[in-house]
T-cell receptor
Framework: DAKTTQPPSMDCAEGRAANLPCNHS???????VYWYRQIHSQGPQYIIH???NNETNEMASLIITEDRKSSTLILPHATLRDTAVYYC???????????FGTGTRLTVIP | GAVVSQHPSRVICKSGTSVKIECRSL??????MFWYRQFPKQSLMLMAT?????????EQGVEKDKFLINHASLTLSTLTVTSAHPEDSSFYIC???????????FGPGTRLTVT
């Protein structure tokens, strides 16, 4: 049921920006893009969501392409505590029925 | 941000016994809560959606008589694993839908081991 494609793993140097891509080519007009992350043996943590405009909050920025078929999550200054599995999920209005795919395992390297 | 707690964080039980896991939204009311299961090195799998005051909606392949869900108040949902078996050993995670409806807030998870 996961309708997104993400690279299985990525590395990023500490202090540099981490750019995590996600493809969602079958996204429909009323579906949002959500990003969550899961640090080992913990519950997932909400990061950000968007519909078509770029979004920014205290954790990250979300860049959505004009055709909405892909997006990029940007962590501007990655720290070791950002090492986690990052999930990109598409879902209709409201965060019901979130289906988690396999995500991207981001490792921040000192 | 909104806080969701789970209790217990870790439980070991014998095969054939039942285990109850509690999920609480601590600083907000949640009409909708969700239960997920996660096996080692796998992603989260949605088990059921729980709405306050009504019966839970189970995902395909999840036995409703084995995984009993009760959502009796706006801040508490419980999952009872009945007649547990070793294959039920997993990481069980709950979440609560935020009042804006756009965010799920997750609990820290409960690790169940059935011996």
């Amino acid at each position: 049921d996961a309708k997104t494609t993400q690279p299985p793993s990525m590395d990023c140097a500490e202090g540099r920006a981490a750019n995590l891509p996600c493809n969602h080519s079958t996204i429909s007009g009323n579906e949002y893009v959500y990003w969550y992350r899961q640090i080992h043996s913990q519950g997932p943590q909400y990061i950000i969501h968007g519909l078509k405009n770029n979004e920014t909050n205290e954790m990250a920025s979300l860049i959505i392409t004009e055709d909405r078929k892909s997006s990029t999550l940007i962590l501007p200054h990655a720290t070791l505590r950002d090492t986690a599995v990052y999930y990109c999920i598409v879902g209709e209005t409201g965060a019901n029925n979130l289906f988690f795919g396999t995500g991207t395992r981001l490792t921040v390297i000192p | 941000g909104a806080v969701v707690s789970q209790h217990p964080s870790r439980v070991i039980c014998k095969s054939g016994t039942s285990v109850k896991i509690e999920c609480r939204s601590l600083d907000f009311q949640a009409t909708t809560m969700f239960w997920y299961r996660q096996f080692p090195k796998q992603s989260l799998m949605l088990m059921a959606t729980s709405n306050e005051g009504s019966k839970a909606t189970y995902e395909q392949g999840v036995e409703k008589d084995k995984f009993l869900i009760n959502h009796a108040s706006l801040t508490l949902s419980t999952l009872t694993v009945t007649s547990a078996h070793p294959e039920d050993s997993s990481f069980y995670i709950c979440s609560a839908l935020g009042q804006g409806g756009y965010e799920q807030y997750f609990g820290p998870g409960t690790r169940l081991t059935v011996t």
